[in-house]
């Protein structure tokens, strides 16, 4: 087993490995030919100019100025400087929420820690179990630390039991907090943000068919009858996915043309060439511009024919409409109410936000959601299986003397070479491989479940992601490992004290995750300040495949956050400081590191480099409190477990309880947070109004509203191709003829956003002058 100078040498190893990484990074950022891709969000909204532009030839690409380079560290305090408040209106509520997260962890942890080392370690310490009565057990200083070292029945036990409670306590006042705060600001958010399509939008699914309708003529019918006075527009879902793809290759074969028109215009004398074959390296050598410019000439040809045939094609229409209402008032009644008798039908739901809608999901039929989340349900399950079996064989490198015994021969170089750098470093790197490829995987998934939302795409990714790491990470690596460690102690050991060995066993597993911590999270946080792989991206597109601004826009765009990757990664360490709090101390210390690390890191990710691409105002956190109210009380159950292998078991009923007062706090927040995550509060809805109102009285929402669902795939298109597209999906005549007898009398809608349809009583009136 690793000793505390073991790790003391690994933790110094990954704390001068980010320390070098800090010093690049200061570095590379100082640099002119650097500044697009350490700056890109300033640059990409306009606010930021090259400094490479200016000045002598060397100054264009070396910072000459070297006093510059004495301040390397500060970008930390510059991270910092930003309030809240103008963080939420540069970046976004959803990337504010999220920093929160990291200082949840510090709130929590950086007391639990000073409480427990002040506390718990001298009470495990001073005990001389291990060295007395477990000699057959593999341990080392480290687990001196921790509850492994008190005896069996030891009336200290009780010491961890008043900590559990303790910790749970603070855990939950400060999540009390944090949930109140973060629910102020969603509300605070929604009432004074500008006027956005999704607040007055309704995404309207599984529409009935009708023989005699068509998709849109049904939902204008069915939404003047039922909401006569706030009803305004809608815009049927057609599918475009075929379209869409054939528009993004005639966009890649335009930027071609743009980039040899532009290397012909600077060199007349001899026109560009290229190859036809793969990848332009094989095939016959033709004229580079007329050859794009004819490839592009047939594809207009096919996407004209495609989005002819989706416009009036019946089966490319779906039965999904987003609805538009005159005020949010009117859009909160219709999202938040059963609209029909048969629950299944006319289903409703907030729209998402026109960014952060997931186009190619929208045409997937309702009815087949069911059956491909219970097949994807499926194939998770197997795919966490699976993967127990390469993690659990990594965790014979937890420890060089499990690696001496499954391979001898190995042991007079491990003795002889970096044995506590191997010891530090290589089981979480190793694990970390592992999971590269998973994030990919898991969204894969999710998008073949059917979610109409980038955001409940990556919700949807973080659930399972959390899952997966909580068996294959956490579980796998302490029950496997310990059980591969302590293997031949249980072959030699009677069948009653197997309990007591495992019990012992379970803690001495916090020497794997602080080198766990330092490698991933350390290092990992380090990394990505330093953005070496999309430093060197961005140099080689800009090189090698940069032809327009447009193309540099998108090679130095570095992206959105990553809540499906970044969110369950955090919860992990939330977990583990949970479990080890009250059982190993000594992992602590790092879990607090890495989350101070990570706040300064990441909020100076959020300030100079991600670019949201969606805005769902925190929609994510009762997620995030859910799952840290789960790590609580998976360190109150393994808390249980571990004092009754201790002979403690009288001290169950009291852990219990805590246990039972944990769910009645979940249940708690639940209630009274929870709805302002999910539910626009009517209240809040008229008094928005009343106040747009007030301030534009003369404002026409139809326009605003009409054109802001439609596909982008249309809206790419020429100006007289999208009216007609929006003439076809929009039915606005001023009576829908039908052949339904109790459809002919429907009130027609309003031609301006101001003015009410006709109400029922209204129906006999128009009835008389159509007569």
Same mark, same amino acid.
């Given at each position: ?104 962890? =510090? ?24 060295? &007395? ?47 109140? /705060? ?27 068919? @009708? ?6 003529? &049904? ?32 966009? %890649? ?7 040899? !028109? ?42 004209? +024919? ?49 960014? @952060? ?17 219970? #097949? ?14 390469? #993690? ?39 694990? %970390? ?46 029950? /496997? ?12 050991? &009677? ?65 959105? =956050? ?52 969606? +805005? ?11 799952? #840290? ?16 292998? %201790?002979?403690?078991?009288? &001290? ?30 009517? !209240? ?33 298109? @020429?100006? +007289? ?43 006999? %009136? ?6």
């Amino acid at each position: 087993m690793a000793t505390l100078g073991d790790i003391g040498v690994a933790a110094a190893f990954n704390l001068l490995t980010a320390l070098v990484f800090f010093l690049a990074f200061a570095i590379l950022r100082l640099q002119p030919f650097n500044d697009r891709v350490y700056f890109s969000k300033w640059y990409l909204k306009g606010l930021r100019t090259s400094p490479s532009r200016y000045g002598a030839f060397v100054r264009r690409f070396v910072n000459l100025d070297f006093r510059s380079y004495l301040r390397f560290l500060n970008w930390m305090p510059e991270a910092l400087k930003m309030p809240e408040l103008e963080l939420i209106d540069h970046a976004g509520l959803d990337s504010a929420v999220y920093l929160r997260i990291y200082l949840i962890g =510090l709130k929590i942890f950086v007391p639990v820690t000073l409480l427990s080392w002040a506390v718990l370690v001298p009470v495990n310490y001073t005990n001389n179990t291990l060295k &007395s009565q477990l000699k057959n057990v593999t341990s080392s200083d480290i687990d001196m630390l921790s509850i492994s070292n008190i005896p069996l029945g030891s009336d200290r036990l009780w010491t961890h039991i008043v900590m559990a409670y303790a910790f749970t306590f603070w855990t939950c006042y400060v999540l009390l907090k944090e949930y109140e /705060a973060v629910a102020n600001m969603r509300l605070h958010f929604l009432q004074s943000e500008k006027r956005r399509p999704d607040q007055f939008t309704v995404l309207v699914r599984n529409v009935p068919p @009708d023989p005699d309708e068509s998709v849109s003529e &049904s939902v204008e019918h069915f939404f003047l009858v039922n909401h006569p006075d706030t009803y305004l527009t809608h815009q049927v879902v057609c599918n475009a996915n075929k379209l869409a793809k054939m528009v993004k290759t005639r966009e %890649k074969k335009q930027n071609w043309l743009d980039y040899y !028109q532009l290397k012909y215009s600077r060199n007349n004398a001899q026109r560009p060439i290229m190859k036809t074959g793969f990848l332009g390296l094989r095939g016959e050598k033709v004229d580079a511009i007329d050859h794009h410019i004819s490839e592009i000439e047939k594809l207009s040809i096919e996407i004209a +024919e495609e989005r002819e045939r989706v416009l009036k094609d019946p089966k490319a229409i779906m039965p999904a409409a987003f609805v538009s209402f005159k005020s949010r008032w009117g859009a909160a009644v219709c999202a938040q109410t059963q609209q029909s008798r048969n629950p299944t039908l006319w289903l409703t739901e907030w729209a998402p936000e026109p960014r @952060d809608v997931y186009w190619p999901n929208l045409p997937i039929p309702y009815v087949s959601l069911a059956i491909r989340r219970l #097949i994807m349900a499926v194939a998770f399950f197997f795919l966490t299986f699976f993967f127990m079996i390469p #993690i659990a064989s990594v965790q014979a490198l937890a420890s060089i003397e499990g690696l001496e015994k499954v391979a001898p021969f190995l042991k007079p170089i491990i003795k002889r070479f970096l044995k506590s750098v191997i010891q530090g470093i290589l089981p979480g790197l190793v694990l %970390k491989l592992f999971l590269i490829f998973l994030p990919t995987i898991l969204m894969i998934m999710s998008k073949f479940e059917g979610f109409t939302s980038i955001s409940s795409l990556e919700r949807r990714s973080a659930t399972r992601y959390y899952l997966f790491n909580f068996v294959n990470v956490f579980l796998t690596s302490v029950v /496997a490992g310990s059980a591969m460690e302590q293997l031949n102690t249980f072959i030699k050991q &009677s069948a009653n004290d197997i309990p007591r060995i495992i019990g012992v066993a379970v803690p001495l597993r916090a020497t794997f995750f602080i080198t766990y911590i330092m490698v991933d999270g350390w290092a990992g946080v380090a990394g990505e300040i330093l953005m070496l792989k999309p430093l060197i991206i961005y140099h080689l597109k800009n090189f090698f495949l940069v032809k327009t601004e447009k193309d540099r826009e998108e090679a130095m765009d570095p992206g959105s =956050l990553g809540f499906n990757t970044g969110e369950p990664q955090i919860q992990l360490y939330f977990l583990l400081g949970m479990v080890y709090a009250a059982v190993t101390p000594i992992l602590l210390p790092f879990i607090v590191i890495f989350f101070g690390l990570a706040y300064v890191v990441f909020r100076h990710q959020i300030i100079n480099v991600y670019n949201q691409e969606y +805005e769902s105002g925190a929609a994510f956190w009762p997620d995030v409190h859910g799952r #840290i109210i789960v790590a609580l009380l998976i360190s109150q159950v393994a808390l249980i477990g571990l004092l009754s292998a %201790k002979h403690a078991a009288k &001290s169950a009923p009291f852990l219990i309880a805590l246990i039972v007062l944990t769910i009645w706090f979940y249940t708690f927040c639940k209630a009274r947070y929870e709805p302002a995550f999910i539910r626009y509060p009517l !209240q809040g809805a008229m008094m928005k109004d009343t106040l747009e109102r007030a301030r534009e009285p003369n404002f026409n929402l139809k326009p605003y509203l009409q054109n802001a669902y439609v596909h982008p795939v249309f809206k790419e298109e @020429d100006e +007289e191709d999208e009216d007609e597209f929006n003439h076809k999906l929009e039915t606005e005549s001023v009576l829908v003829p039908t052949k339904r007898q109790s459809r002919r009398n429907t009130p027609a809608p309003s031609k301006m956003s101001g003015a009410s349809s006709p109400s029922l009583s209204d129906v006999p %009136k128009h009835s008389e002058r159509m007569k």
